[in-house]
């Protein structure tokens, strides 16, 4: 007697939590259909991404190693529209991007010397806004994501620049430093970068994903700054392009 009624007793507090969370599905389809009504001002979304430096490099100091070179792009992004207007919104951004331009070790080297290493690297931290207008193309307004394009321009600080290099110890050099496989020398905030940077920027969104690409109008190098015979009067190239992906 005792076994059945703990049998009923387990049965009871089994359908009890059974009943509380069929509930919770309904008030999260609740908030779902909030933010996707078609008639919601404006909404918001995290996103991050990854891409890579594309375009032409006119820097005559060295040779830019565009498969290598990356982008990482971490932020967040709303969206407010105009009027009951449903395809024509205006937006803004606010991230985190870091990037690396990884320069070529060969003979026609000479940025910031015509020394080889193994790796060598020029990598920036930067703080960004962009504003932007979104034109929207299909016709399902009552989703939240759809296809759109969005056309507008960035600003950058970056708030910290580093020039790296790694060289692999010779074997005499392992012999005396035995307890490492490779030298790091980091250069921190060089003078020659740039600190504040603009352009523009494009994007496709289809769903939650995102093709975008970007185009730095200022360039990176201080144009009057004197670096021995270098002159920095050109520029690493200016493209970078990725995909973003909503969180």
Known sequence: MKTLSLL????????????????????????????TDPNK????????????????NDFTGADVMLGPSSDFIWG??????????????????NYYRFQDYRLEQNE?????????FDKEKISTHALG???FVRLRFDRRFERRQGIDVDLGIFGEWYFATRHKVKVK??????????????SVTLHKGPDYL?????????????????????????????SDFEFGELAFDNDLPKITAGILLDL
Request: net charge positive.
């Open 129 to 131: 806004l962009d504003f």
């Open 108 to 116: 026609t080297k000479v940025f910031p010397s015509s020394t080889l």
């Open 41 to 56: 001002k404006s909404t918001s979304t995290s996103f991050i991404g990854f891409g890579f430096v594309l375009g032409p």
């Open 169 to 182: 110890p010779s074997d005499e050099e392992m012999e005396q430093w035995p307890f490492a496989r490779t």
């Open 194 to 222: 740039r600190r504040w940077h603009y352009g523009g920027v494009l994007r496709m969104n289809i769903r939650n994903l995102t093709f975008y690409g970007k185009y730095r109008l200022s360039n990176l190098f201080k």
């Open 8 to 35: 009923f007793g387990l049965l009871f507090c089994g359908l009890s939590l059974f009943a509380q969370e069929e509930k919770e599905p309904s008030k999260r389809f609740q908030e779902r259909l909030q933010q």
């Open 76 to 93: 967040g992004r709303n969206l407010f529209k105009m009027g009951n207007t449903q395809w024509l919104s205006l937006g803004i951004s």
